[in-house]
């Protein structure tokens, strides 16, 4: 069965770094496109990066410059690696697979989320 | 990359039928055909109940269809059922190749 689970997120200063890891199984990771999406407390959805097969990748406005989309097909995991971190990103990080090979996450949805990783960022 | 727009709440009573709007732009919602619906119950992950506007995945019940016209795509839900009672999110895929989120609708079964 799939199944995507998260690591790395913790407690970070403004203006710190962390690095999000998430190990996929049960399925040919390399067929799909991978997502990043997070949820603030108590607040709704938001996607914030997504990378192609062979790793294009895509950022929201709020992350564009700050976070970084990788992978490793030979390793079957995704990673995100957040800079300049502020109180607004406080948030459950969510790894999550598009629902159709080779497709965009945007195009077919996404079928399947991880558990999610929590950051949170304070001083 | 502004969100879509949703309403903030909806109710019905049990057997009843209700829909949730979500309104874009020609950049996203009207430009494509590419809206997909998630339901998200609390402390759950989201769960994709339709994509592509109005195509259902696999298990997942005909109670719920998708629709849309211009810029704003909608979900209907029919014969309310008390399960159905969480949080909704649309989505869609955008000119710039992105994803963009609705801001989610919490639907509460009276």
């Known amino acids: 069965q799939v199944q995507l689970v998260e690591s790395g997120g913790g407690l970070v200063k403004p203006g710190g770094s962390l690095r999000l890891s998430c190990a996929a199984s049960g399925f040919r990771f390399s067929d799909y496109y991978m997502t990043w999406i997070r949820q603030a407390p108590g607040k709704g959805l938001e996607w914030i990066s997504h990378?192609?097969?062979?790793?294009?990748?895509f950022y929201a406005d709020s992350v564009e410059g700050r976070f970084t989309i990788s992978r490793d097909n030979a390793k079957n995991s995704l990673f995100l690696q957040m800079n300049g971190l502020s109180t607004e990103d406080t948030a459950m990080y969510y790894c999550a697979r598009s629902s159709t090979p080779s497709r965009s996450p945007g195009a077919r949805g996404i079928d399947y989320w991880g558990q999610g990783a929590l950051v949170t960022v304070s001083s | 990359q502004s969100a879509l727009t949703q309403p903030a709440s909806v109710s019905g009573s049990p057997g009843q039928s209700i829909t949730i709007s979500c309104t874009g732009t020609?950049?996203?919602?009207?430009?494509?055909?590419?809206v997909s619906w998630y339901q998200q119950h609390p402390g759950k992950a989201p769960k994709l109940i339709i994509y592509e506007v109005s195509i259902r995945p696999s298990g997942v019940s005909n109670r719920f269809s998708g629709s849309k016209s211009g810029n704003t795509a909608s979900l209907t839900i029919s014969g309310l059922q008390t399960d159905d009672e969480a949080d909704y999110y649309c989505?869609?895929?955008?000119?710039?190749?992105?994803?963009?989120f609705g801001g989610g609708t919490k639907l509460t079964v009276l």
């Open positions: 020609t950049s996203d919602i009207g430009g494509y055909s590419y």
């Open positions: 990378i192609s097969m062979s790793g294009s990748t």
């Open positions: 989505s869609s895929y955008t000119s710039s190749s992105a994803v963009v």
